[in-house]
T-cell receptor
Framework: GENVEQHPSTLSVQEGDSAVIKCTYS??????FPWYKQELGKGPQLIID?????GEKKDQRIAVTLNKTAKHFSLHITETQPEDSAVYFC???????????FGKGTKLSVKP | DTEVTQTPKHLVMGMTNKKSLKCEQH?????MYWYKQKAKKPPELMFV???????INESVPSRFSPECPNSSLLNLHLHALQPEDSALYLC???????????????FGPGTRLTVL
């Protein structure tokens, strides 16, 4: 089955700096990679995703890159703001029924 | 509207109680999921319903009983739970995955369950 590794487990940055979170996956057939942001006491919120037919996708301050050969994908947040502070999870397909396998999460802290 | 709603928000129950968690979505999604999330851990899949039929049961103990009455509703019936079952229970929905790839999965806010 799929295995997703995520690093780092914690990340602290100054407001305005960039943050990068990296994930690797094991199943070369995986073709969809979402990123979720989870704030304290809330459910995971889908913030961006990428499919295997593209190498990069951007949405304002957030971007995701995918390297299929190396089987890794990364989340890039530029010009970080205190409200970006949360736990971020990467994920990959867990099978044929739509379920997801999540990385262990990265706690991002943005200091004003 | 990408909203998945869950009730109740919080639930405290004893080990002999019977309770139910409810989930609702009106996005026309035909796949619905239950995940369990322990503190400081990622969500872990429990059940998948596709077109109102149970398609995945991740070896979940029988004290958890899912039900999908229609395409918009998903329930999780709880009975004789243990304290270690205390967690955040998340519902999610998506369109069923086509053979060619996945579809976006949206999560509800969760039910925080405490078993005494």
């Amino acid at each position: 089955g799929e295995n997703v590794e995520q690093h780092p487990s914690t990340l602290s940055v100054q407001e305005g700096d960039s943050a990068v979170i990296k994930c690797t996956y094991s199943d070369s057939a995986s073709n969809y990679f979402p990123w979720y942001k989870q704030e304290l006491g809330k459910g995971p919120q889908l913030i961006i995703d990428i499919r295997s037919n593209v190498g990069e996708k951007k949405d304002q301050r957030i971007a995701v890159t995918l390297n299929k050969t190396a089987k890794h994908f990364s989340l890039h947040i530029t010009e970080t703001q205190p409200e970006d502070s949360a736990v971020y999870f990467c994920a990959a397909p867990g099978g044929s029924q739509g379920n997801l396998i999540f990385g262990k999460g990265t706690k991002l802290s943005v200091k004003p | 509207d990408t909203e998945v709603t869950q009730t109740p928000k919080h639930l405290v129950m004893g080990m002999t109680n019977k309770k139910s968690l409810k989930c609702e979505q009106h996005m026309g999604h035909r796949a619905m999921y239950w995940y369990k999330q322990k503190a400081k851990k990622p969500p872990e899949l429990m059940f998948v319903y596709s077109y109102e039929k149970l398609s995945i049961n991740e070896s979940v103990p029988s004290r958890f009983s899912p039900e999908c009455p229609n395409s918009s509703l998903l329930n999780l019936h709880l009975h004789a739970l243990q304290p270690e079952d205390s967690a955040l229970y998340l519902c999610a929905s998506s369109q069923p995955s086509p053979l060619a790839g996945y579809n976006e999965q949206f999560f509800g806010p969760g039910t925080r369950l405490t078993v005494l």
